[in-house]
């Protein structure tokens, strides 16, 4: 396969992407346009149907799954037992204030903080208000993205319970 599909495989993705602009207006989907033509691309070239790795796929279908780590990490960090209190309480932990949701990391040895930031959707961040050690994320961004409301962990009292 890997034979027919050197050069080729380029000028015949740009000969086929071509045609498809000259015939028709502009796709509303970049990435299904260019999945679907890599795809028959690889089909007429081994003969047989496109491998799984090779299916036409969506914007909407990758962006859905992309933040699944993203949104299964933060999951995580925001659970209800780390919530703090207040900022000295604790290394590490998160806190509601108003429409703001405080995280904050201790950093270690080599300044690196626990939790990679980077794949964060942006929006999601206050740049302004986040610092070296503490990132302040809009709360009602953050749960519509999450799927979720962000609580604390409640600790009931029972007065017949001894202590």
Known sequence: MRHGLTGHLYRQYLVEIMDHLDDERLPEDWLEL??????????KATGEAAPNWCRTITWLGYAEKRYDR???RLS????PATHIKNEGE????WKIEGNKVIVWEQRDAFGRRGFDWEDVPSTLIDEEASGVSRTV??????ESFLGTHLRPLRYWWS???SS
């Open 34 to 43: 260019s999945s679907k033509t890599l795809s028959g691309i690889i089909s």
């Open 70 to 72: 993203v949104k299964a």
């Open 76 to 79: 995580n960090l925001l659970r």
């Open 90 to 93: 604790a290394p590490n932990g």
């Open 137 to 142: 994320l809009n709360r009602a961004s953050l």
């Open 159 to 161: 007065p017949w319970k």
